[in-house]
């Protein structure tokens, strides 16, 4: 009932910056949080950033200064400034939210197809 896709994902060189979006869309009443993942090969998936409804953020502690969360509610999308890019942040990059899709309702959660971010020389 709710789809997040995301753009953005791509190849870039060291030293260089990407920016992610995440549009939802479908029967959405309101937004709770939304956040991105990532899981590079052979690894757990690991959360980057999440961002409420209120604009309060939380980072991985090793992301902090070089990737930027941020949403337009207006839009219901998400997005992920990564500068500084380093080999270390390649990964499949996966969009989260939590939505309400009733006034009185659960909360529900959805994850993204992801995007591949690939750092290399």
């Known amino acids: 009932q709710v789809q997040l896709v995301e753009s953005g994902g791509g190849l870039v060189q060291p030293g260089g910056s990407l920016r992610l979006s995440c549009a939802a869309s479908?029967?959405?009443?309101?937004?709770?949080?939304m956040g991105w993942y990532r899981q590079a090969p052979g690894k757990q998936r690991e959360l980057v950033a999440t961002?409420?409804?209120?604009?309060?953020?939380n980072y991985a502690d090793s992301l902090k200064g070089r990737f930027t969360i941020s949403t337009d509610n207006s839009k219901n999308t998400v997005y992920l400034q990564m500068n500084s890019l380093r080999p270390e942040d390649t990964a499949v990059y996966y969009c989260r939210s939590g939505v309400y899709i009733s006034p009185r309702g659960p909360l529900y959660r959805y994850w993204g197809q992801g995007t591949q971010v690939t750092v290399s020389s």
């Open positions: 961002i409420t409804s209120g604009g309060s953020t």
């Open positions: 479908g029967s959405i009443f309101s937004i709770n949080h």
